[in-house]
């Protein structure tokens, strides 16, 4: 009996030493397929400085993601981290998720849609059974094009939640953001809050609750008795 643990604990310490040599090819080959699928995605050359996996708990972390050609690349990110949360993932039997996102800067005036090639394929668009418990950005920059000027938008820091069923069609959002600023031109707009919670069912889009306050401005929306309706103050 001594000798079958004793075998037994010598293949498991193997077992432990191979997965622990064999670990470095195996993110490396991860953050290759992430870089792939980014560079076919958006059309453009990317590039991961950094990719960690963890067992416990289950997840992953990017550094260092760029998106785009040197020296002003589409995207970049200084860090992004995914976790899946296991037990509830097996109790609801749907992904539970949750993120956090750092330093984000986005240029869509250099964003390119790849042309679509063969034909469209038809199938099976249903909506995705998918819960978010958590997600936070902090520092986010995104520019784009709007009526011929480049538009700026600032974000100091969003956390939210996103919740989708596919069994009865719903899908529920909440976001509270702070220290939004947005810049067009020599005109500039300070946020200092939005809070937003909503989502969308068989009937179309749910409001529950929309605030927005900054630069003496404060816009509420909120719900009636009467569904789909809503009172703005």
């Not at 956090?100 to 390119?112: E, F, G, H, P, Y």
């Not at 063969?118 to 909506?127: F, H, I, R, V």
């Not at 939005?194 to 068989?202: F, M, V």
Request: with cysteine.
């Amino acid at each position: 009996m001594r000798r079958v643990l004793v075998g037994l604990l010598l293949v498991f310490l193997c077992a432990l030493v191979g997965a622990w040599l064999a670990w470095p090819a195996l993110t490396n080959v991860v953050r290759q397929r992430i870089e792939d699928a980014l560079a076919n995605a958006l059309g453009q050359p990317s590039r991961i400085d950094k990719l960690s996996l963890s067992l416990v708990p289950l997840r992953v972390r990017l550094g260092g993601v760029r998106v785009g050609v040197e020296p002003s690349p589409l995207g970049q990110l200084t860090a992004i981290e995914v976790r899946l949360w296991l037990l509830p993932t097996l109790i609801e039997r749907r992904p539970v998720l949750s993120g956090r996102i750092q330093s984000v800067a986005l240029d869509l005036t250099k964003l390119t849609v790849p042309q679509a090639q063969g034909e469209k394929q038809t199938g099976n668009s249903g909506l995705v059974s998918l819960r978010v418990r958590s997600v936070e950005l902090e520092n986010a920059r995104i520019s784009f094009a709007a009526g011929g000027a480049e538009t700026v938008v600032s974000v100091a820091k969003l956390s939210g939640a996103f919740d989708a069923a596919a069994r009865n069609q719903t899908v529920n959002v909440s976001a509270d953001v702070s220290g939004v600023r947005v810049a067009r031109g020599e005109t500039e707009l300070n946020l200092t809050r939005i809070q937003a919670a909503g989502g969308a069912d068989s009937q179309g889009l749910v409001l529950r609750t929309a605030v927005v306050d900054g630069d003496g401005v404060h816009i509420a929306m909120l719900p009636t008795s009467t569904p789909r309706e809503y009172t703005l103050s």
